[in-house]
């Protein structure tokens, strides 16, 4: 056999040498780690479907922002869980100041302040009794323009709340536009505001209905996206890019990879995507298994996201995982 000229090998001899010529490396300050904060709660509570991930109280919650923090983690996304006599048609309990959302946003940011990124998830199924991400029609159908101007009050309180970002995630049509009125009408020019754009109707998100104890009925095809449809993706973005999203997310993650690269193709802001707790879970309950190295492959997935494309990631790994790249690197 001749010898060979050309030796890719040369690179790999070594851990040094790997380092050195890699192409990929996700940084902690690039991941967001979401909280869930639960209404009347004083102990944090075990998530089942989420091994290691909790209900927060209001205390656990800013011990964790705090330890998020010392990780060097990019931001935090807060999610709030009320209690079920809080909820109520319309989500009214989203946009009271004094709900538990708001005033968990108050909590992380009188904890960490400027430290990192406090993000909180704008949505209204959290809140409401039937589940849905907004106001229902007589003929039950989510009604997208009634719940537009609910959407522009609740990102005004988390505004004032003390929000670094919000991120509207009930894709209704319209919503980033509104939002942004209405921030920059009540003074909040400068919070961001990070558009779910591409969220996809799919099968990836028990464990997180389990986490802000859901009361859906049925499903949200009619509003989030068909997971066969990528043209459909890009067309949203479009429209959340043009009506003043700064940010834009596609949710889930490692199933749309493609989807991902694609957004990163078509837009100028950044691009997040979302590791979504079902993807989370898997990874989760196969390490428990024994059928997969846990930390090797928390790492590995991270980075194939990046590699598509996200500058930024959501994973409920993020402060273990900034651990993990710091001693890696």
Request: proline share 5%; aromatic share 6%; hydrophobic share 45%.
């Amino acid at each position: 056999m001749p010898y060979p000229e050309i030796r890719p090998r040369r690179l790999r001899r070594t851990a040094a040498l790997r380092r050195l010529v890699e192409e990929t490396r996700v940084a902690p300050a690039e991941l967001v780690l979401p909280l869930f904060v639960k209404e009347g709660l004083t102990e944090p509570r075990p998530i089942s479907s989420l091994p290691g991930m909790v209900q927060h109280s209001r205390e656990s919650l800013r011990k964790a922002a705090h330890e998020a923090v010392g990780a060097g983690v990019g931001g935090l996304m807060v999610f709030g869980v009320p209690e079920q006599a809080s909820k109520d048609e319309t989500g009214s309990a989203g946009l009271d100041p004094d709900g538990i959302l708001n005033v968990a946003i108050r909590d992380v940011i009188a904890e960490v302040g400027d430290a990192t990124v406090v993000m909180g998830d704008l949505c209204l199924d959290e809140f409401t009794t039937h589940g849905h991400c907004g106001v229902l029609a007589p003929d039950g159908s989510v009604d997208n323009d009634a719940t537009l101007e609910l959407y522009a009050q609740m990102g005004v309180a988390m505004a004032e709340a003390g929000a670094h970002v919000v991120a509207p995630s009930g894709m209704m049509d319209g919503q980033i536009g509104v939002i942004r009125k209405g921030l920059d009408r009540a003074g909040h020019q400068d919070v961001a505001v990070l558009a779910y754009a591409v969220k996809y109707a799919g099968a990836f998100y028990g464990p997180f209905r389990e986490a802000v104890e859901s009361t859906l009925q049925g499903d949200r095809r009619t509003y989030q996206q068909d997971p066969g449809n990528i043209r459909e993706a890009l067309r949203e973005v479009d429209l959340d890019v043009a009506e003043g999203a700064d940010m834009v997310m596609v949710k889930p993650a490692l199933p749309y990879l493609d989807v991902i690269a694609a957004v990163r193709d078509r837009v100028d802001v950044p691009v997040a995507a979302y590791q979504v707790s079902g993807e989370y879970a898997m990874v989760e309950a196969a390490a428990a298994n024994g059928w997969v190295d846990r930390e090797r492959v928390i790492v590995e997935s991270l980075t194939s996201i990046k590699r598509a494309g996200a500058q930024i990631i959501l994973t409920y790994w993020a402060t273990e995982a900034a651990h993990l790249l710091r001693r890696r690197y």
